[in-house]
């Protein structure tokens, strides 16, 4: 086996620092890696568990979920685990989660390794169960499996907000419920305070890493963190956006990059328009968050250019803080607090590469020019809090070089709004739809309530109707603020030009967006090109009027909403389909081991055989079969719809189980398997009723139907007549729980965390069988 030394230094073409080697050689845990901006953070937290994984350590989880607080750093640090992988380890697959992105690959490949890249609000969300821009149908599973074998890094976490204390509640409850696989978390920034991460359920903080006598020997290192810095206060005209342009016009040398950052995306726009007018020959480019995924793609390619001999200007606003390997020879930022201004010192004479220095002005504050500055207050300190400004105002006046060796350590007071508690996890795990249309608010555990998106994209044609293959793809869309897209919709004037729709999941059917439809983050619409509010070059604003040019080339789910494994390209009996998924789990808990499945390797594989015994009731096979000839179907090329609204074949499958005698895991892994039955058992709106009077039914079965006798592999099933006595709360006559009942006291004895985890285990067999079947009739 090489040594990392040799490892790492193949994958990066650089030999690693004392550090990451250190870290290499200690087991995977939970830990605060505190080093300076640009010493290789992403590099040490990713290529260490690479060379544990590979090397067969025990302690390595198969999946990597990095968390990121902005999505634009999302394209960046995916091409660089990419280029890493391909060169070390390329059985490893690397994923970004981003809302739009329907690639499910990972789900269905839990064995494989894999480093899944994404934001906090998608890799939060989905940690909790309520995964933003996702079918609420596949929540489980990517609850499951990112809350199990897995190792969580999150990178700049002074920039998380509430969600950083979400990870620190995840991480605890995770050691309380247990998980299948070691689930430790990585916490990193050159300016956490770890006792930040202190929570009313995480008080053991994780130890601490930090810069060794052997990284301050280091040559290359060290030159990075003596590269000179001078730091001054910019001119009172670069409070105003013109003045900044012209500021940054005039200080600007040909042959360098230039990087204005900004502390709103408003201003952003504002400066880059003028210093366009201003110098139209020298290149500019506008980073911000409000661009769709298609503008930010090119992002990273932008950076890796070489620089034109006329240099570069960039204005950007806070996304240019974390994870963005870019340095400048002139920084000009606006006041921030006093983390914020490390990072953005990070950018600037990155490497020492500049022989005389890096120069750094700072806006001592974030006016427009018509305001003075006895009126600053809370709100033209936005997005941030005035004493955080005042703060970092204090400490810059003393300070002489931005040099990282230079910075004094500062202890950060944070006080999340929001903390997660273990009730709040407990009901979230159950994912059944509210009749009223919403669910518990998890936003104020992800961001802060002035950071909360929702996400558009924008098309010549709105989807209509049931068709939601027309849902966006991962790169149509924008992140938006919430409240501006609320304030635009409410508009009487403005929300004349908007006009949108939502994908309604309870309903399978896309609706208009009015002045009273509830927004939520994460939420996704799709608004008509005509309805404007952005621009390519300059991102989103709700002032322009001019039509957008919608993304060409579009990711369709796949699938029908009703129910997207049984209308395939194939018919395939139900025999022949039951026998490949249990086939196909066989295959899966081989690959699995290590992580203490044993226990239930039986259920699962009975389960696996018997998941669609419920697809013998004879409402489903005359939708598949109306000739009723032949032998009993589990698939059909022919797309219809049953005749029941809102029947559910895994709740018939689940009723047999239980009546057959079968365990509440068997039970509810069975009903659970779509994600559309699970700790409950009840009607809907506008559900089909019984012709008799008084007869329970619940999700398209009524009491007393009767499921055909049926092959399932090697079993034979008489007939079942279904008994829906389960639905209803309390003992039943016989002294039996309720369905409720049932399921809950599953959920409290094997812990959220494990019992999803089973469920997707049980999806990804189904899923893996139907995508490659090897027995079809045609």
Same mark, same amino acid.
């Not at 969600?163 to 509640?169: N, R, S």
């Not at 209308?567 to 808990?589: C, G, P």
């Not at 499958?653 to 058992?681: F, N």
């Given at each position: 086996?090489?040594?990392?030394?040799?490892?790492?230094?193949?994958?990066?073409?650089?030999?690693?620092?004392?550090?990451?080697?250190?870290?290499?050689?200690?087991?995977?845990?939970?830990?605060?890696?505190?080093?300076?901006?640009?010493?290789?953070?992403?590099?040490?937290?990713?290529?260490?568990?690479?060379?544990?994984?590979?090397?067969?350590?025990?302690?390595?989880?198969?999946?990597?979920?990095?968390?990121?607080?902005?999505?634009?750093?999302?394209?960046?640090?995916?091409?660089?685990?990419?280029?890493?992988?391909?060169?070390?380890?390329?059985?490893?697959?690397?994923?970004?989660?981003?809302?739009?992105?329907?690639?499910?690959?990972?789900?269905?490949?839990?064995?494989?390794?894999?480093?899944?890249?994404?934001?906090?609000?998608?890799?939060?969300?989905?940690?909790?169960?309520?995964?933003?821009?996702?079918?609420?149908?596949?929540?489980?599973?990517?609850?499951?499996?990112?809350?199990?074998?897995?190792?969580?890094?999150?990178?700049?976490?002074?920039?998380?907000?509430?969600?950083?204390?979400?990870?620190?509640?995840?991480?605890?409850?995770?050691?309380?419920?247990?998980?299948? =696989?070691?689930?430790?978390?990585?916490?990193?920034?050159?300016?956490?305070?770890?006792?930040?991460?202190?929570?009313?359920?995480?008080?053991?903080?994780?130890?601490?890493?930090?810069?060794?006598?052997?990284?301050?020997?280091?040559?290359?290192?060290?030159?990075?963190?003596?590269?000179?810095?001078?730091?001054?206060?910019?001119?009172?005209?670069?409070?105003?956006?013109?003045?900044?342009?012209?500021?940054?016009?005039?200080? *600007?040398?040909?042959?360098?990059?230039?990087?204005?950052?900004?502390?709103?995306?408003?201003?952003?726009?504002?400066?880059?328009?003028?210093?366009?007018?201003?110098?139209?020959?020298?290149?500019?480019?506008?980073?911000?968050?409000?661009?769709?995924?298609?503008?930010?793609?090119?992002?990273?390619?932008?950076?890796?250019?070489?620089?034109?001999?006329?240099?570069?200007?960039?204005?950007?606003?806070?996304?240019?803080?974390?994870?963005?390997?870019?340095?400048?020879?002139?920084?000009?930022?606006?006041?921030?607090?006093?983390?914020?201004?490390?990072?953005?010192?990070?950018?600037?004479?990155?490497?020492?590469?500049?022989?005389?220095?890096?120069?750094?002005?700072?806006?001592?504050?974030?006016?427009? =020019?018509?305001?003075?500055?006895?009126?600053?207050?809370?709100?033209?300190?936005?997005?941030?809090?005035?004493?955080?400004?005042?703060?970092?105002?204090?400490?810059?006046?003393?300070?002489?070089?931005?040099?990282?060796?230079?910075?004094?350590?500062?202890?950060?007071?944070?006080?999340?709004? *929001?903390?997660?508690?273990?009730?709040?996890?407990?009901?979230?795990?159950?994912?059944?739809?509210?009749?009223?249309?919403?669910?518990?608010?998890?936003?104020?555990?992800?961001?802060?309530?002035?950071?909360?998106?929702?996400?558009?994209?924008?098309?010549?044609?709105?989807?209509? =109707?049931?068709?939601?293959?027309?849902?966006?793809?991962?790169?149509?869309?924008?992140?938006?603020?919430?409240?501006?897209?609320?304030?635009?919709?409410?508009?009487?004037?403005?929300?004349?030009?908007?006009?949108?729709?939502?994908?309604?999941?309870?309903?399978?059917?896309?609706?208009?967006?009015?002045?009273?439809?509830?927004?939520?983050?994460?939420?996704?619409?799709?608004?008509?090109?005509?309805?404007?509010?952005?621009?390519?070059?300059?991102?989103?604003?709700?002032?322009?009027?001019?039509?957008?040019?919608?993304?060409?080339?579009?990711?369709?789910?796949?699938?029908?909403?009703?129910?997207?494994?049984?209308?395939?390209?194939?018919?395939?009996?139900?025999?022949? *389909?039951?026998?490949?998924?249990?086939?196909?789990?066989?295959?899966?808990?081989?690959?699995?081991?290590?992580?203490?499945?044993?226990?239930?390797?039986?259920?699962?594989?009975?389960?696996?055989?018997? *998941?669609?015994? =419920?697809?013998?009731?004879?409402?489903?096979?005359?939708?598949?079969?109306?000739?009723?000839?032949?032998?009993?179907?589990?698939?059909?090329?022919?797309?219809?719809?049953?005749?029941?609204?809102?029947?559910?074949?895994?709740?018939?499958?689940?009723?047999?189980?239980?009546?057959?005698?079968?365990?509440?895991?068997?039970?509810?892994?069975?009903?659970?398997?779509?994600?559309?039955?699970?700790?409950?058992?009840?009607?809907?709106?506008?559900?089909?009723?019984?012709?008799?009077?008084?007869?329970?039914?619940?999700?398209?079965?009524?009491?007393?139907?009767?499921?055909?006798?049926?092959?399932?592999?090697?079993?034979?099933?008489?007939?079942?007549?279904?008994?829906?006595?389960?639905?209803?709360?309390?003992?039943?006559?016989?002294?039996?729980?309720?369905?409720?009942?049932?399921?809950?006291?599953?959920?409290?004895?094997?812990?959220?965390?494990?019992?999803?985890?089973?469920?997707?285990?049980?999806?990804?067999?189904?899923?893996?069988?139907?995508?490659?079947?090897?027995?079809?009739?045609?």
């Amino acid at each position: 086996m090489e040594t990392f030394d040799q490892f790492f230094a193949r994958a990066t073409g650089n030999p690693p620092y004392p550090y990451q080697c250190k870290l290499a050689s200690l087991p995977t845990a939970s830990r605060i890696l505190k080093v300076p901006t640009g010493a290789g953070k992403t590099a040490a937290a990713i290529i260490p568990w690479l060379y544990r994984f590979v090397s067969g350590a025990p302690d390595a989880p198969r999946r990597l979920v990095y968390c990121l607080p902005m999505r634009v750093l999302v394209e960046q640090t995916l091409q660089l685990a990419q280029d890493w992988v391909k060169c070390v380890a390329p059985e490893v697959h690397v994923y970004a989660l981003m809302g739009g992105d329907v690639n499910v690959e990972w789900e269905v490949h839990p064995e494989r390794p894999a480093i899944l890249i994404g934001t906090q609000d998608m890799l939060l969300s989905r940690a909790l169960n309520r995964g933003y821009a996702m079918s609420r149908y596949r929540w489980p599973v990517q609850f499951g499996l990112l809350n199990n074998d897995a190792l969580w890094v999150c990178d700049e976490v002074q920039l998380m907000g509430d969600g950083l204390a979400t990870t620190a509640q995840l991480a605890a409850f995770r050691s309380r419920f247990t998980t299948f =696989g070691p689930t430790p978390t990585i916490w990193m920034s050159a300016t956490l305070d770890p006792e930040m991460l202190r929570t009313v359920d995480l008080q053991e903080q994780p130890p601490v890493f930090e810069l060794g006598p052997d990284d301050k020997a280091n040559e290359r290192l060290w030159k990075r963190l003596e590269a000179a810095k001078s730091v001054a206060p910019a001119p009172e005209e670069c409070r105003a956006p013109e003045g900044l342009a012209r500021f940054l016009a005039a200080e *600007h040398k040909p042959g360098t990059q230039t990087l204005a950052v900004v502390n709103r995306v408003a201003r952003a726009q504002a400066v880059f328009d003028e210093f366009r007018r201003l110098a139209p020959k020298v290149p500019c480019r506008l980073l911000h968050s409000r661009f769709r995924s298609n503008e930010k793609k090119i992002w990273p390619d932008l950076f890796r250019e070489q620089i034109p001999s006329e240099g570069r200007v960039l204005i950007s606003t806070q996304v240019v803080e974390a994870g963005l390997d870019i340095s400048s020879a002139l920084l000009i930022t606006d006041l921030a607090p006093w983390p914020s201004l490390v990072q953005r010192f990070g950018r600037c004479n990155r490497e020492g590469e500049q022989e005389s220095g890096g120069r750094i002005f700072w806006v001592d504050r974030p006016l427009t =020019g018509k305001m003075k500055d006895e009126a600053l207050n809370e709100e033209m300190a936005r997005p941030y809090q005035l004493a955080e400004l005042k703060e970092a105002s204090d400490r810059l006046a003393r300070l002489g070089s931005a040099s990282p060796n230079d910075l004094p350590n500062h202890k950060i007071p944070y006080r999340p709004t *929001h903390v997660l508690r273990r009730r709040d996890l407990i009901d979230l795990f159950d994912t059944t739809p509210d009749l009223s249309g919403y669910d518990l608010d998890i936003s104020r555990f992800i961001r802060d309530e002035n950071n909360r998106d929702v996400q558009i994209a924008w098309r010549q044609e709105l989807p209509i =109707g049931g068709d939601k293959e027309s849902a966006p793809s991962s790169g149509e869309l924008c992140s938006v603020p919430i409240g501006e897209l609320a304030a635009l919709i409410k508009s009487v004037k403005s929300g004349s030009r908007l006009k949108a729709v939502t994908w309604n999941a309870l309903d399978g059917e896309w609706i208009n967006v009015r002045d009273n439809t509830p927004l939520r983050p994460g939420m996704v619409l799709v608004a008509t090109a005509n309805s404007g509010c952005y621009d390519a070059i300059r991102g989103w604003n709700v002032s322009y009027t001019k039509a957008v040019v919608p993304v060409p080339e579009m990711t369709a789910e796949q699938g029908t909403p009703d129910d997207p494994l049984t209308f395939l390209r194939y018919t395939q009996t139900l025999e022949a *389909h039951s026998v490949e998924v249990r086939d196909a789990m066989q295959v899966l808990l081989e690959a699995l081991e290590g992580i203490e499945l044993d226990e239930y390797t039986e259920t699962l594989l009975n389960v696996a055989l018997r *998941h669609d015994w =419920g697809k013998a009731h004879p409402v489903f096979q005359m939708t598949l079969n109306p000739g009723g000839t032949g032998p009993l179907l589990a698939k059909s090329k022919v797309e219809r719809r049953h005749s029941r609204k809102y029947f559910r074949h895994e709740l018939a499958s689940a009723l047999a189980i239980l009546q057959s005698g079968g365990s509440d895991l068997a039970t509810y892994l069975t009903a659970a398997h779509h994600g559309k039955v699970r700790l409950s058992i009840r009607a809907l709106p506008n559900e089909n009723r019984p012709e008799k009077p008084g007869v329970r039914f619940a999700r398209g079965i009524h009491e007393g139907d009767i499921l055909l006798a049926a092959q399932l592999g090697e079993v034979n099933t008489l007939p079942v007549t279904l008994d829906l006595e389960p639905m209803m709360l309390g003992l039943s006559a016989r002294g039996e729980p309720s369905w409720m009942e049932r399921m809950l006291s599953l959920r409290d004895a094997l812990g959220p965390f494990r019992l999803a985890y089973l469920e997707a285990l049980i999806v990804a067999a189904d899923v893996r069988a139907s995508n490659k079947p090897t027995a079809v009739i045609s």
